[in-house]
């Protein structure tokens, strides 16, 4: 039996949270140091007219192009297998070449305008392709005779780069690594939230003001995890959208879910007597969670938005999250909730401390 006099032993960390310690690490380590691939920034001139010659300039990222003797081919695709293939390319510098093309005067299919994606292929770099990189307006006397042109090359022999890379997206660039940060901020804070609301229903069933002091402490943790999760994505809006906030359904709705659990937070402080406190807490409490699911997942994509995953845009798909950036998302999303676990059992033992001075 030990002596009281004695010091209590320091209890060991638990596994998990040494796991939320290392992932985390490897998480900031991963997500800053593996390079992007190769890519195309932007296309001068973006429009062109059909029946023409034109001379694009092409301004690359990450790119070698003088590698190799300046080995470089490229294609305006229209569709799969429909394409042009340069008749001149010309390297500048790594970054820089300027490739010639002649858009036949008629296209398969007739629209107001046709987008062209470009797509470039380097023995070093590997295959780059910027979608929808040239918009070609229609001919004034279209050609039937130069539909031939359309079918007579195909895209072949695709080079590809070898090691890890992360994938290269002409919008987010460089940004697209806050995708370890921003998404798995959310994702933590709705799991927090939920644990909050699921102490909230322990209080209600059990009656004690334990389970309403851990309910609280997750809904602060959470709290700061959402807030980190709305500046992250509004410094990712600035360098995508070009506005901190443009009033896009996504950002209200997060700013309005974050404004209820707020609001619950000055709740508590205006009632002095702790169990009138916690009986009113845990049904605002487990009501706020109920209302995260309309704010966040049905509301943004009943209408339009910039953001992914809401409004049409896609998200979470091969054209954002190829296998690389899965194997660090995934553990980041693992790692930050971990965290805020943790986070959260501090400051639950921090305020019982309080309470007891």
Partial sequence: MQNPNQPAKSTPLALWKWASIIILIYVFIAGWIVPLKPGIIRVTPDKAAAGKQTVFEVEGYNTFFM???G?????LRL???????????EV???RRVNVVFYIPSVFPMRQDAYPLS?????PTDGSSVLPNAVFISPAAEPDSAEMS??????????????????????ILAETIRNTYFHVPMWFSMIFLFGISAWYSLRYYRRGELMDDQKSTAFIKVGLVFGLLGLITGMLWAKNTWNAYWSWDVKQNMSAIALLIYAALMVLRTSIDDEMQRARLSAGYNMFAFMLLIPLLFIIPRM??????????????????????????????VLGWILLGIWISQLVYRTDVLKRKQ
């Fill in 67 to 69: 590698k190799e003797g």
């Fill in 79 to 89: 569709k799969k297998d429909t394409v042009l293939q340069a008749q001149a390319v």
């Fill in 149 to 170: 042109l359309w079918y007579k090359d195909k895209i072949g022999s695709i080079h590809t780069q070898a090691g890890i890379r992360y994938p290269f997206r002409n």
């Fill in 303 to 332: 209408t339009d938005s910039l953001h992914p995953g809401n409004g049409g845009n896609p998200a979470m798909g091969g054209e954002d999250l190829d296998n690389t950036m899965r194997m660090v998302f995934y553990p980041a």
């Fill in 92 to 94: 500048i510098d790594d």
């Fill in 71 to 75: 080995q470089l081919r490229a294609w």
């Fill in 118 to 122: 470009l797509v470039l292929d380097h």
